[in-house]
Antibody, heavy 120, light 110 residues
Framework: QVQLQESGPGLVKPSETLSLTCTVS??????????WGWIRQPPGKGLEWIGS???????YYNPSLKSRVTISVDTSKNQFSLKLSSVTAADTAVYYC????????????WGQGTLVTVSS | QSALTQPPSASGSPGQSVTISCTGT?????????VSWYQQHPGKAPKVMIY???KRPSGVPDRFSGSKSGNTASLTVSGLQAEDEADYYC??????????FGTGTKVTVL
């Protein structure tokens, strides 16, 4: 059973860079069938896809966030990471990592989510 | 890309059926058979209930069904149960390696 777990600071100052890591267990991140994605959900609001990455480092980003987002992968640690630069209060959200099945275009395994608050 | 449009709320009594719509465009919902539906209980991560418009992952009750007509996809929950009370989100592949979610629908079991 694949499990994903987000980790990183819960509080980030405005204008700084948000950094999160997702650790995958119960399966290898090195599969051509799957990408690995980040999704966020502001408090009381809906889901927003941030982007996804393959094990080889091919990335796809939400056009509305592309200029501020970097997703990377470390296959040796079975982890992938998110960096979001120049954050504002509008970036306060629960951030989820998930497995993105590229053959069916669905997100079939999710982490529990981690709340990141942007505040000084 | 814009979020797919869902009604904010839907409701039904136990045992009844409820249908949620998800309206996009020919560039997302209408252009691909890659519509998924997610159930999210308060404080929990979303769970995929339907993928590729109408397919159910293993373990999802057959009370959940999906369909699509043109630019609108639908999720129907038949035989409503108390545990079906949750938020539901649709998603669609949107071409050019983009992915978009719906605005979300809160389902209440009366």
């Amino acid at each position: 059973q694949v499990q994903l777990q987000e980790s990183g600071p819960g509080l980030v100052k405005p204008s700084e860079t948000l950094s999160l890591t997702c650790t995958v267990s119960g399966g290898s991140i090195s599969s051509s069938t799957y990408y690995w994605g980040w999704i966020r959900q502001p408090p009381g609001k809906g889901l927003e896809w941030i982007g996804s990455i393959s094990y080889s480092g091919i990335t796809y980003y939400n056009p509305s966030l592309k200029s501020r987002v970097t997703i990377s992968v470390d296959t040796s640690k079975n982890q992938f990471s998110l960096k979001l630069s120049s954050v504002t209060a509008a970036d306060t959200a629960v951030y989820y990592c998930a497995r993105h099945d590229m053959t069916t275009e669905d997100l079939d395994y999710w982490g529990q989510g981690t709340l990141v608050t942007v505040s000084s | 890309q814009s979020a797919l449009t869902q009604p904010p709320s839907a409701s039904g009594s136990p045992g009844q059926s409820v249908t949620i719509s998800c309206t996009g465009t020919s560039s997302d919902v209408g252009g691909y058979n890659y519509v998924s539906w997610y159930q999210q209980h308060p404080g929990k991560a979303p769970k995929v209930m339907i993928y590729e418009v109408s397919k159910r992952p293993s373990g999802v009750p057959d009370r959940f069904s999906g369909s699509k007509s043109g630019n609108t996809a639908s999720l129907t929950v038949s035989g409503l149960q108390a545990e079906d009370e949750a938020d539901y989100y649709c998603s669609s592949y949107a071409g050019s390696n983009n992915f978009v979610f719906g605005t979300g629908t809160k389902v209440t079991v009366l």
